[in-house]
């Protein structure tokens, strides 16, 4: 009745005031950086690691040159373990804490979060400590006599997917945990009811049924993966760089900012890339906003 | 749930803000209370800041880096005058120089100049120092841990050794590593002929597999907790590491060594210069060269401060790299941009 | 094999797995925890030198590691209050009115949650570059404010797509005006949705290093001073403040968690 009196009321102010400040706040702080890192991906250098402002596609050739593809492979390779070991023991393990120890799940789940209340640095700096030469892994091996020297192993690939694995692992929970805990029991029990395995019942039902919960996981997985710098350095060694480190070391000690933005724009690129194959596959961006 | 994680959110608000009893105040432009430093890691010692903080009640932030083109790249980036005291290497203050980036230093201030070791000053980089003032210096030298190693390695050369797999801390450093390769083949550092570079290259990538760890930070690290056997870095950390274990040992390569000499040099436009002027007078002072020397053991141009530090830094040879080694040594130098971006390649290609 | 036997072997099989992954998630936890007592004195602090409690009194004369703690709280509430404002706004404005370039902001507020930090770093890096804007505590606010507002809108739509209009319109109808309807009765309805919001930007602002790297100039967040101490060595004052900060929040969880059960009953 009264309701009628208020749409004609004017929408304008409201409107403005309520979305004007994130439209100015989106505008500034990511459409204009972004913009102004796509301009300068065209940009050159001169001897002085000064910025000319002149259109070129020397920055793009030079990522295309073999050296640059390798590394852009071995990002990748690392992001891909990242995420399938992620999904191997994420899977059973968010599984378990939903449906089989379900009375306890809440503090199940919370246990996960907790470590992640201390810094992320120095949970990886532990990781460090223990697998170092005269770290404590070491240390029981040599007591142990199982070993006669130390085992190396820091500073390699494996290492650097552990410690992506290890601060990635939520990411991957956390979404499983959304999905799984969603699946309705009655289709469950339909299922058995109507003969069907436990293995079938998994592979028919419950994976379909929670496989968006495994995709929006390995987006959340894999394209942070790709930017970890700090992972690949301190257990890496720089042995095991990604593409995160390319674009750190342009912006810093190699003093070559259009080149940097040249890599931060392919790592866009293939982001988006990731982000299409998920829609196609059915994934929906909200899950992804957790 | 929520409800605890948001009880958790004010305890740790609490937490902090119980913390902040007695903060200190930001720091900002003007009354020169403050000092902005921006300088090489495990290079300047707290208690050296802390001595000046006490003596002249100026705050002092310090900020590290581990690479020459690590502090221009930030220097950079910043506004005008966000550090007031940066430490350049020879070749990064002749940079500095030729873009403008340097303020002249008021000699009247510092005095204590005086204590400084007349072969160090008036160099070629910047004659007459103008712009800056040597601090600290050394060699890019290699260690040993002979509890593991029994060779005897005596040159650059050696590393290269395939049979040294794994097991090598190199600094994270392009023109050190690179030109550190060249010199095995008995090249300069500052090569730019584009034959011999591509030689380089390939030297370079042969010692891929030696690499264990790239450290500018504190290569001391790896040598000491055991990870890497083998250490081409600055000849300090060498000094420090074989006090903790003595069985680690320093060689000066056969080829000439990498040489390098750090200086003070105040970025144009700071805003708290005459707490600059303060700061290195404070540092030229023999007292500090001797706290310096005593903490971070590299060759030291301040005459007075190492006579402070007697017989046992002198004579020293990872402490106090010996006449020869200076004078078969080679200092990096600026090269042409195409030639650097050469190396740029060669480094990306090493590194991954 | 009967069918008990089996049972009682995968819930051992289950037992095992999920106390595996566990012990692979606190495992550096527990390390550093025990470094927190390590009697050492000299970098890079690895050796283990005896058992000590100095390090937790050293603590609270480490000035500049106690101010780089102040600062990341600080930086996290600040940046936590003006994302949950703008954030919440937007969200409510965005579910009332239609406007054109609704969906172009849609797609906007994905690209912090999706895209990799490192970019964000940069391309902020950039933008402040260019335009003078000295690197400091402004900056980090800016940009931590940035990665979250996403996570509010969020959580706020979320709460929205329950949201019953029919208690504003009675608001309204009874004369209260715009302003005061939206804080009366619609924040209120929201708040969990708004609360999730805010945690999340907390969360993720005191753990931030990548955007922070970048955005820092020389401020010293807490990550960012322990990345420092990586490169010369860890001393166990850090691990000691990470032991305590670890302590309070699992002492707070575990205590409100049975607390709510108690309420419950």
């Not at chain 3, 009675?170 to 005006?177: R, V």
Request: charged residues 15%; glycine residues 6%; hydrophobic residues 45%.
């Amino acid at each position: 009745m009264g309701s009628k009196r208020h749409n004609i009321r004017s929408n304008i102010l409201p409107k403005v005031f309520m979305v004007g400040p994130i439209t100015l706040w989106l505008g500034f702080l990511i459409v204009i950086p972004l913009l102004y890192v796509l301009v300068m991906s065209f940009c050159g250098t001169d001897e002085y690691y000064n910025i000319v402002y002149k259109f070129t596609l020397e920055n793009y050739k030079r990522l295309f040159a073999f050296n640059y593809l390798e590394i852009y492979a071995q990002s990748l390779l690392i992001a891909f373990f990242t995420t399938v070991i992620c999904i191997l023991l994420g899977y059973p393990f968010a599984y378990l804490i939903t449906r089989k120890f379900t009375r306890k799940k809440a503090i199940l789940y919370m246990m996960v979060i907790i470590p992640f209340w201390t810094n992320s640095l120095i949970r990886i700096y532990g990781w460090r400590t223990f697998l170092g030469a005269t770290g404590f892994l070491n240390n029981l091996l040599m007591d142990l006599h199982l070993v006669t020297k130390p085992v190396e192993f820091l500073f390699n690939r494996g290492t650097t997917i552990l410690g992506m694995v290890y601060c990635l692992f939520p990411f991957m929970v956390i979404p499983l945990y959304s999905a799984i805990e969603k699946l309705d029991q009655n289709l469950l029990e339909a299922s058995a009811d109507l003969g069907a395995k436990g293995r079938n019942t998994f592979f028919k039902v419950i994976l379909p049924l929670t496989i968006s919960g495994v995709f929006a996981g390995s987006i959340m997985v894999f394209i942070p993966c790709l930017g970890y710098f700090f992972v690949s350095d301190i257990l890496g060694g720089g042995n095991a760089d990604v593409i995160g480190n390319l674009i750190k070391r342009q912006f810093q000690s190699g003093n070559d900012w259009p080149l940097g933005s040249a890599l931060s724009i392919i790592l866009i690129l293939i982001t988006l890339l990731l982000v299409r194959i998920y829609q196609k596959l059915g994934g929906s961006m909200e899950s992804l906003g957790m | 749930m929520k409800k605890t994680l948001i009880i958790s959110l004010v305890t740790l608000i609490l937490a902090g803000l119980f913390t902040g009893c007695g903060s200190k105040t930001d720091s900002e432009a003007g009354g020169d209370k403050t000092l902005n430093i921006f300088v090489w890691t495990e290079y300047v010692p707290d208690s050296v800041i802390q001595k000046f903080e006490d003596e002249t009640g100026i705050q002092v932030n310090v900020s590290t880096y581990s690479s020459n083109e690590d502090m221009l790249a930030k220097v950079k980036s910043e506004t005008e005058g966000a550090y007031d005291i940066v430490q350049p290497s020879d070749y990064m203050v002749q940079q500095m120089i030729a873009q403008g980036m340097c303020e002249e230093l008021d000699k009247t201030k510092l005095t204590n100049i005086t204590n400084m070791n007349e072969a160090y000053l008036n160099l070629s980089y910047d004659p007459g120092n103008v712009y800056s003032i040597p601090y600290l210096g050394g060699a890019g030298a290699i260690a040993v841990n002979t509890d593991v190693i029994k060779d005897d390695i005596t040159s650059y050369a050696d590393l290269f050794d395939p049979k040294y797999a794994d097991s090598l801390v190199v600094l994270d450093d392009f023109r050190a590593v690179i030109g550190m390769a060249a010199k095995s083949l008995g090249y300069s550092m500052n090569e730019t002929d584009p034959t011999k570079l591509a030689e380089i290259k390939a030297r370079t990538l042969e010692l891929k597999n030696n690499i264990k760890l790239y450290d500018s930070d504190s290569p001391k690290s790896a040598l000491i907790s055991g990870d890497c056997t083998l250490a081409y870095c600055w000849s300090a950390e060498i000094a420090l590491a074989m006090e903790e274990n003595p069985a680690i040992k320093i060689v000066y390569p056969s080829e000439g060594a990498y040489l390098f000499l750090d200086n003070w040099v105040v970025p144009k436009g700071a805003k708290n210069y005459d707490a600059a002027m303060q700061f290195i007078n404070f540092m030229m002072e023999a007292e500090t060269a001797q706290m310096v020397g005593e903490e971070f053991p590299y060759l030291n141009p301040n005459a007075a401060g190492v006579a402070l530090l007697g017989e046992d830094f002198s004579s020293n040879i990872a402490k106090n790299p010996p006449a020869e080694v200076l004078q078969k040594g080679e200092f990096v130098e600026n090269i042409d941009s195409d030639s650097l971006a050469a190396y740029d390649e060669i480094w990306t290609e090493l590194k991954q | 094999m009967n069918r008990k036997t089996k049972r009682k072997f995968t819930d051992f099989i289950s037992v095992l797995f999920c106390g595996g992954i566990y012990a692979f998630l606190f495992l550096p936890i527990v390390v550093i925890v025990i470094n927190s007592f390590n009697a050492t004195t000299s970098k890079p602090y690895l050796t283990w030198k005896g058992f000590t409690f100095e390090w937790y009194v050293k603590l609270f004369s480490n000035e500049t590691l106690l101010d780089s703690f102040r600062t990341t709280i600080t930086i996290a509430l600040v940046s936590m209050i003006i994302s949950v404002i703008v954030g919440t706004i937007a969200a409510v404005g965005m579910y009332k009115y239609k406007f054109r370039g609704k969906n172009i902001i849609d797609g906007l507020l994905y690209i912090p949650v999706v895209i990799p930090e490192i970019v964000l770093g940069i391309s902020m890096l950039t933008l402040f570059a260019k335009a003078s804007i000295p690197r400091g505590m402004l900056t980090l606010i800016l940009a931590h404010a940035t990665f979250s507002i996403p996570f509010v809108v969020f959580n706020v739509r979320a709460r929205l797509a329950d949201y019953d209009n029919s208690i504003e319109e009675a608001s309204l109808d009874l004369g209260a005006n715009r302003i005061k309807t939206f804080i009366n009765i619609t924040v209120p309805v929201l708040a969990p949705g708004i609360g999730g919001g805010a945690l999340m930007a907390f969360t993720l602002s005191i753990d931030d290093v990548i955007i922070s790297y970048f955005t820092n100039g020389q401020v010293k967040t807490f990550p960012l001073k322990v990345m420092e101490s990586i490169k010369s060595g860890v001393s166990p004052d850090i691990n000691a403040l990470s032991t305590l900060i670890l302590l309070g929040t699992a002492l707070i969880v575990f205590l409100t968690q049975s607390g709510i059960f108690r309420k419950n009953k």
